[in-house]
């Protein structure tokens, strides 16, 4: 069981903003949202994971609403080089090791 | 510039020999993980280990083995005993002192048994 659900495709022009969302409506109180991308052929990569709060890193921002069932990834000039499949997981802080990916959102830039 | 390295990133064997898997990392990370990923699926543990010189099985450690005799290393060997070895292995890292410390992985080895 995944725990989250995500749109199967998306597609977005380069240099504008993509915004992926994120189902996860049984979320518990101890339980992170992790994203992740993976890129045909290469290791998953780590992205950004919050709480509550939103957060922001170099890649992208996390948007969390107030009550935690969903979430946004936003990547707010989107490269080609973005093109991938996008994961959004729920792990509780002690446990992150058992990672378990859903179908995901493909993420399409098209120039 | 700091990271995980797998290698090498492709690898042919002949059915019923054993293949030794790298993984290296200079993260200074405690932990280390392999994994599997079967086409459309997701990611099965097959071993992890937390500190030197001590590891523990996954999900589905049979047919496999490790070792962990640096923190920076952590070899996977698929032995002949496992019955599906054709899949892509992907080794992963984190630092355990912290609780909510994310996995970092390698770019992955292609294991094609015949």
């Known amino acids: 069981d995944a725990k989250t659900t995500q749109p199967p495709s998306m597609d977005c022009a380069e240099g504008r903003a993509a915004n992926l969302p994120c189902n996860h409506s049984?979320?518990?109180?101890?339980?992170?949202v992790y994203w992740y991308r993976q890129i045909h052929s290469q290791g998953p990569q780590y992205i950004i994971h919050?709480?509550?709060n939103n957060e922001t890193n170099e890649m992208a921002s996390l948007i969390i609403t107030e009550d935690r069932k969903s979430s946004t990834l936003i990547l707010p000039h989107a490269t080609l080089r973005d093109t991938a499949v996008y994961y959004c997981i729920v792990l509780p802080s002690y446990n992150t090791d058992k990672l378990i990916f859903g179908t995901g959102t493909r993420l399409q830039v098209f120039p | 510039d700091g990271g995980i390295t797998q290698s090498p990133k492709y690898l042919f064997r002949k059915e019923g020999q054993n293949v030794t898997l790298s993984c290296e990392q200079n993260l200074n990370h405690d932990a280390m993980y392999w994994y599997r990923q079967d086409p459309g699926q997701g990611l099965r543990l097959i071993y992890y280990s937390q500190i030197v010189n001590d590891f523990q099985k996954g999900d589905i450690a049979e047919g496999y083995s490790v070792s962990r005799e640096k923190k920076e290393s952590f070899p996977l060997t698929v032995t002949s005993a496992q019955k599906n070895p054709t899949a892509f292995y992907l080794c992963?890292?984190?630092?355990?002192?912290?609780?909510?410390?994310?996995?970092?992985f390698g770019n992955g080895t292609r294991l094609t048994v015949t």
């Open positions: 992963a890292s984190k630092q355990v002192r912290m609780n909510n410390s994310p996995l970092h």
């Open positions: 049984t979320i518990s109180g101890n339980e992170y």
């Open positions: 919050g709480l509550k």
